[in-house]
């Protein structure tokens, strides 16, 4: 077994090491490209209209990213840790506008309400090229699942285009982040950002991965080892968000009795996988399940609905609120004070 593990993180670290390099290739032509394009702007132009995008029907847009309104001076957030400097993360936002990876988003038209948020918070190797209109085109935090790794870096033109000013955020179990050599994920992210000094990679510590544990069992009394669950991606960027921002703005998650409707519309789970399953589908079955690891996806959307009745956090791409229900079944739930 040990064997076979050796050679899983060996074929991994050589993928990423391909991936990394091929990324530097990119990184190098295409900053090679922008010099000289300063001199010929109608070429790049035309260029830049002929470009392919990953949806064909997509109108092209401007190139040039809006600015982010002004933060706010960043406070220390304890327990997100930086890969190579082992820093704190140091961020602040007023506003956040949270954009899920949810087909709710398709044809919204929410782009540029989006990109007017001080801060953009997106999951995983959710793309915003091409999708400009309906998801906005800004990242400035990108929380990703250990198990997303090798897609982040296969959407190398979209992380280079992002790496300057984007904070990535990963999670994962401590056998897969351990920092004494053998966790492979931790190892890879470290030899990508040795290669791309510029990104901010941050890594969340197994004492932070535990709390988000007891904060799922607080929330719902339910230890999530022992129902065969795994939070999801989406319950870290949530939790993570509360302590970064002062409203956030969550755009395409539903209710949580929204699956339940025999009327409820039919859209795919991610936005940008419009043949993959469909977004109830995948929830119901993720929470009826009895047997493997699953997300309770319907689960979580009852916390986040529930902190909302107290919390400044509000819905959008179907718009709801939650239900006023009686103050002894709020949640007690309050983010921990920046830098405490």
């Not at 409820?264 to 009895?290: A, F, I, K, N, T």
Request: aromatic share 8%; net charge positive; charged share 20%.
């Amino acid at each position: 077994m040990k064997m076979k593990l050796r050679v899983y993180q060996g074929v991994s670290g050589i993928i990423v090491v391909t991936m990394v390099t091929s990324f530097m290739l990119v990184y190098n032509s295409s900053s090679g490209d922008r010099s000289s394009s300063s001199s010929a702007s109608s070429s790049s132009a035309a260029a830049a209209a002929s470009s392919p995008s990953r949806r064909l029907d997509a109108p092209v847009s401007s190139t040039k990213k809006p600015e982010s309104p002004q933060r706010l001076p960043a406070s220390t957030l304890e327990g997100y840790t930086g890969v190579m400097d082992h820093k704190s993360l140091k961020m602040r936002c007023r506003t956040c506008a949270l954009v899920t990876s949810s087909g709710q988003l398709t044809g919204s038209k929410r782009g540029q309400e989006i990109d007017r948020s001080e801060c953009v918070i997106r999951m995983n190797d959710a793309p915003s090229v091409g999708y400009q209109q309906d998801v906005g085109q800004r990242t400035s935090l990108r929380v990703v699942a250990h198990s997303s790794l090798q897609r982040v870096l296969r959407s190398r033109q979209e992380l280079l285009n992002a790496s300057q000013d984007t904070v990535f955020i990963f999670w994962g179990p401590s056998s897969c982040m351990r920092r004494d050599g053998k966790g492979h994920v931790y190892n890879n992210l470290r030899l990508l950002n040795q290669l791309l000094p510029k990104l901010q990679v941050y890594i969340i510590s197994r004492i932070k991965m535990l709390k988000f544990d007891e904060l799922f069992k607080k929330e719902t009394g339910v230890d999530r080892k022992s129902s065969n669950s795994w939070l999801s991606t989406g319950w870290f960027t949530m939790a993570i968000s509360l302590e970064l921002c002062d409203r956030i703005n969550v755009y395409g998650m539903v209710p949580p009795d929204f699956c339940g409707s025999p009327s409820h519309p039919s859209v795919p789970y991610h936005y940008y996988e419009p043949s993959g399953p469909d977004e109830c589908s995948m929830y119901l079955s993720h929470e009826r399940s009895q047997r493997g690891s699953h997300h309770r996806f319907i689960t979580e959307k009852t916390v986040f609905a529930n902190w909302a009745r107290t919390l400044n956090i509000h819905f959008y791409q179907p718009d709801w609120k939650p239900a006023a229900v009686n103050a002894s079944t709020n949640s007690s739930y309050a983010p921990a004070p920046a830098g405490s």
